[in-house]
Antibody, heavy 123, light 110 residues
Framework: QVQLVHSGSEVKKPGSSVRVSCKAS????????INWVRQAPGQGLEWMGG????????NYARKFQGRVTITADVSTSTVYMDLRSLRSEDTAVYYC????????????????WGQGTLVTVFS | QSALTQPRSVSGSPGQSVTISCTGT?????????VSWYQQHPGKAPKVMIY???KRPSGVPDRFSGSKSGNTVSLTISGLQAEDEADYYC??????????FGTGTKVTVL
């Protein structure tokens, strides 16, 4: 049974950066995809990007390109999401979710999800 | 990469059926049969209810079903139960390993 465990909550000032981690146990970490999805307070889900740890291949939503970097450490089964130039609108719960059911890394869905990390940005 | 369009809310009495629509474009929903639906209760992480438009993961009641027509997919909950009250999100593959979520729908059980 795959489990994804997040790092703890963060409070950051505008203009700074944050790193959120997601540690996987069970499953086939290296060949799975791990995606990041965020949810601002009272708002919907927003896909930010994903990584295939085995290859280090990343894909990002256009909105976040240039401001987000997703990396993976296969030796510790951990994926990291770095978000820079934080602003108040980045206050959200950040979830990691495993991508499954794809064929040649096309398609698929997200299961399971981690418990999420709350990032609060305020001065 | 605009969010897929869902109604803000739908409601029904216990035992009734409700249907949630999710409209995209030919670049996402209409172009692939890779649409999934997620249920999210307050303060909890999302849970997959439907994948590949109309398939149910094991453990998901058969009251949940999915369909697609053109650039629109739908989630139907039959025999509505109190525990179905939650937010629901569609999500589509949009090519080049990119995904897009819907705007979300709140289901209320009257």
């Amino acid at each position: 049974q795959v489990q994804l465990v997040h790092s703890g909550s963060e409070v950051k000032k505008p203009g700074s950066s944050v790193r959120v981690s997601c540690k996987a146990s069970g499953g086939t970490f290296a060949t799975d995809t791990i995606n990041w999805v965020r949810q601002a307070p009272g708002q919907g889900l927003e896909w930010m990007g994903g990584i295939i740890p085995l290859f280090g291949t990343t894909n990002y939503a256009r909105k976040f390109q240039g401001r987000v970097t997703i990396t993976a450490d296969v030796s510790t089964s951990t994926v990291y999401m770095d978000l820079r130039s934080l602003r108040s609108e980045d206050t959200a719960v950040y979830y990691c979710a495993r991508g499954v059911g794809y064929i040649n890394y096309v398609g698929g869905w997200f299961d399971p999800w981690g418990q999420g990390t709350l990032v609060t940005v305020f001065s | 990469q605009s969010a897929l369009t869902q109604p803000r809310s739908v409601s029904g009495s216990p035992g009734q059926s409700v249907t949630i629509s999710c409209t995209g474009t030919s670049s996402d929903v209409g172009g692939y049969n890779f649409v999934s639906w997620y249920q999210q209760h307050p303060g909890k992480a999302p849970k997959v209810m439907i994948y590949d438009v109309n398939k149910r993961p094991s453990g998901v009641p058969d009251r949940f079903s999915g369909s697609k027509s053109g650039n629109t997919v739908s989630l139907t909950i039959s025999g509505l139960q109190a525990e179905d009250e939650a937010d629901y999100y569609c999500c589509s593959y949009a090519g080049n390993n990119v995904y897009v979520f819907g705007t979300g729908t709140k289901v209320t059980v009257l």
